[in-house]
Structures are given as structure tokens and as C-alpha cells.
């Protein structure tokens, strides 16, 4: 299907509310945004404030209680072929080997299993020597690979990510914020990456959303156009950006 600059995930006003045993909980208000394709989205934020209410209703597996949420011009009501999510506990089958794993959503679809555009993939994120381990046998990096893989060979047109690198040490963080980026300029696929860490969130968000309150709302957007671009990393503007999200982050925290 022809990828174009067109807008293709639109929410409007969004508002969702929890019915739980001690009373209602309203985990977002006013919450509207709007994603390109392959644009990317960076969602930074504290602790409670709606981060992952949000991506479950991109994914459409949570119904907002109010305003709409719009997937190429259709209401989103539930889960969405060319939308993928990807959580941060990996989510992987242990008694499946890496290959198995990876083929699941495929298989679940009934699609023809593409070995070869299964071994490009796991060539570009650096796992092709483990297809036949399992996930125990892998570090945590690794199986966070591969759970980006499971997603990816599926050929999303959005992919979510919800605070994905979080149990990782910090070099192996840098690396797979460096995989998704290359991987992103190579497949172009809209993301939206929720995380708590801002240089994730700069290097990865050609918008860094800034969350927060109580019930969740956007506060602040932060246009940041060289997230994903090979060296952004270490450039002054990089810098400057991660200190601006910074500061509006220490306001509402
Ligand atoms: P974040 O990802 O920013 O930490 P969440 O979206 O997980 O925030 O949660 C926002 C608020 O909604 C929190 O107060 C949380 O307890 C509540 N919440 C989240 N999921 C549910 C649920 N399934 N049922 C009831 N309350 C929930
Ligand atoms: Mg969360």
C-alpha cells in the first residue's frame, strides 16, 4: 500500500474513565492529537497520568468514555491490522523458540510465513544468530529484539511502544533507541513511544508530547523534526531539546 504524508491517526478530545469497585476514575481529559504517517511521537510524562490509558485506546483495545479516535478516517473500535504493540515486559511465550515467536502474529492471521523478509528483519535488529534459542536463553535486550520483531514482521503501519527499553541497562538502551531509529528510516512506520526517558523520548519523537496531571492531559508539544536521523545524538540541538522537555517535565512533576 502507497505510504503517504497524510494525517492517519487523529484523536479528538479524548476522555476515558475507569469504572472500578471505589468509584470512578477518570485517567484522561482532553487529550487531542494527531499523527502523519510515518510520523513519529515521543510520550513522556509521571507515573498515573494516562500514558499507557492512551496507547491502549490507540491500540484499540480501551473504548475512550469520550471523544473519538480516528484511524485512517474510520472510528478505531478495536484492535487494527496494520497497528502493533509492543509492551515493555516483552510479552513473549516462553516454550517457543525465538523463530516461533516471531512467526505467532503472522500465523494467528493465517498469512504465509515469509522466511526470507523474517531474515532480513532479524539481520537489521541483530538477532539472526538466535532463532532457534528461547527467550530465557537471551538477555534482556535481546528479548526485547525480538519483541520488536514479532511486531515489525507484521509490516505495521503504527507501531506503539510502551516504555519498551525500561528493564534494560543503559548501553543496551542506547543501542536498541539506535536500532528502532535505523529501523524506522529503513520500514517508515508511524510510532508512538511512550517512555520515561527524555533522551529516548528526543531521539526517538519527531514530537515529545509532555503529559501530566490529574485526570492526564497534553500539557506541552515539543517539535523536535531530527528525532530518528543518524548522529541527531550528539548534536547541540539535541541537547537543547532534552533540556527543554526537561524543564517543562520538572513542572509537572
Ligand atoms: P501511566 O501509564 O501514565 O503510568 P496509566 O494509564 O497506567 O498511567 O494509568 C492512569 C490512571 O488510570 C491511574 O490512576 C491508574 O491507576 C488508572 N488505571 C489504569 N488502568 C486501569 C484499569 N484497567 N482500571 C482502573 N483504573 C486504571
Ligand atoms: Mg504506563
Redo the contacts with the bound molecule.
Keep these: 500500500m502507497a505510504r503517504s504524508s497524510h494525517e492517519f491517526l487523529r484523536c479528538e478530545n479524548l476522555e476515558?474513565t475507569?469504572?472500578?469497585e471505589s468509584g470512578p476514575?477518570t485517567?484522561?481529559t482532553g487529550v487531542s492529537l494527531s499523527l502523519k504517517e510515518q510520523e513519529t511521537i515521543s510520550i513522556v510524562?509521571?507515573?498515573?497520568?494516562?500514558?499507557?490509558?492512551?496507547?491502549?485506546i490507540m491500540a484499540g483495545l480501551?473504548k475512550p468514555t469520550g471523544g473519538n479516535i480516528i484511524f485512517r478516517g474510520i472510528p478505531l473500535e478495536r484492535a487494527h491490522k496494520e497497528i502493533a504493540l509492543v509492551l515493555q515486559d516483552y510479552g513473549l511465550f516462553p516454550w517457543k523458540t525465538v523463530q516461533k515467536n516471531i512467526e505467532l502474529g503472522i500465523r494467528i492471521r493465517r498469512d504465509p510465513v515469509d522466511r526470507q523478509m523474517i531474515a532480513n528483519l532479524l539481520g537489521e535488529l541483530g538477532i539472526s544468530e538466535k532463532t532457534e534459542l528461547y527467550p530465557q536463553q537471551l538477555s534482556g535486550g535481546q528479548r526485547q529484539r525480538v519483541a520488536l520483531a514479532r511486531a515489525l514482521v507484521l509490516n505495521p503501519s503504527l507501531l506503539l511502544l510502551?516504555?519498551p527499553f525500561a528493564s534494560v541497562d543503559a548501553m543496551t538502551r542506547e543501542r536498541l533507541q539506535d536500532i528502532v531509529g535505523a529501523t524506522w528510516r529503513s520500514r517508515h512506520f508511524g510510532m508512538v513511544m511512550?517512555t520515561h526517558n527524555i533522551q529516548e523520548a528526543v531521539g526517538l519523537g519527531k514530537k515529545v508530547l509532555v503529559?501530566g496531571g490529574?485526570?492526564?492531559s497534553i500539557l506541552m508539544c515539543v517539535d523536535n523534526p531530527r528525532a530518528c536521523e543518524e548522529g541527531y545524538r550528539v548534536s547541540d540541538e539535541f541537547y537543547d531539546t532534552c533540556r527543554t522537555v526537561r524543564n517543562e517535565l520538572e513542572q509537572v512533576s
Design positions: 476515558k475507569y469504572f472500578t476514575l485517567a484522561l510524562g509521571p507515573s498515573g497520568c494516562g500514558k499507557s490509558t492512551l496507547l491502549f480501551e510502551d516504555e511512550v503529559m490529574n485526570p492526564g
